[in-house]
T-cell receptor, first 114, second 111 residues
Framework: DGGITQSPKYLFRKEGQNVTLSCEQNLNHDAMYWYRQDPGQGLRLIYYSQIVNDFQKGDIAEGYSVSREKKESFPLTVTSAQKNPTAFYLC?????????????FGPGTRLTVL | KQEVTQIPAALSVPEGENLVLNCSFTDSAIYNLQWFRQDPGKGLTSLLLIQSSQREQTSGRLNASLDKSSGRSTLYIAASQPGDSATYLCAVPGGGNKLTFGTGTQLKVEL
């Protein structure tokens, strides 16, 4: 059953902590993306990766970091430098990093700062 | 910079009505346009992708049209059902396949 999985579904963070959100895909896609969704705003791109060991900053990368050690995995770390991390985080993938490629999304992780 | 607008922001209709959701974008140099559905607290489900060379795309009761020259797309839902209640998002890719999203139309179909 192909698709994108994200874990955990809910995550709580204390002030000053780093937390890591998991994203895994078995679609054999080269490109992967992380978006953030806030109420009343459209989704905004945090980071994206074209291929293993490559990633680029999106529009709101400050306070976040990523790695792409395996094709299937693209974890996102929310660091203590991110001032307002409470949001819904969505991971996506596409076959290639090209504008004609459809993106598929995971179920999301809701992060709350306590 | 690409901007995507969706009108209306919210819509409530009785079951069985045909309805139209609107999406407009400022930069017409796009490869395609995607329509997504999002249920509360869930991820995005891709509904339709219209390539720039196409004018329409259909899936079941859904029909999406694209007019690149005017920067508009519409999503037509026929014979709406309560199960269609969700937020509908449109998005267009920019450089590097980075999607720019509208803020969505929240649809409620009432019995």
């Amino acid at each position: 059953d192909g698709g994108i999985t994200q874990s955990p579904k809910y995550l709580f963070r204390k002030e000053g902590q780093n937390v890591t959100l998991s994203c895994e895909q078995n679609l054999n896609h080269d490109a992967m993306y992380w978006y953030r969704q806030d109420p009343g705003q459209g989704l905004r791109l945090i980071y994206y990766s074209q291929i293993v060991n490559d990633f680029q900053k999106g529009d709101i990368a400050e306070g976040y970091s990523v790695s792409r050690e395996k094709k299937e995995s693209f974890p996102l770390t929310v660091t203590s430098a991110q001032k307002n991390p409470t949001a819904f985080y969505l991971c996506a993938s596409s076959l290639r990093l090209a504008g004609d490629n459809e993106q598929f999304f995971g179920p999301g992780t809701r992060l709350t700062v306590l | 910079k690409q901007e995507v607008t969706q009108i209306p922001a919210a819509l409530s209709v009785p079951e069985g009505e045909n309805l139209v959701l609107n999406c407009s974008f400022t930069d017409s140099a796009i490869y395609n346009l995607q329509w997504f559905r999002q249920d509360p607290g869930k991820g995005l489900t891709s509904l339709l992708l219209i390539q720039s060379s196409q004018r329409e795309q259909t899936s079941g009761r859904l029909n999406a049209s694209l007019d690149k020259s005017s920067g508009r797309s519409t999503l037509y839902i026929a014979a709406s059902q309560p199960g269609d209640s969700a937020t509908y998002l449109c998005a267009v890719p920019g450089g590097g396949n980075k999607l720019t999203f509208g803020t969505g139309t929240q649809l409620k179909v009432e019995l």
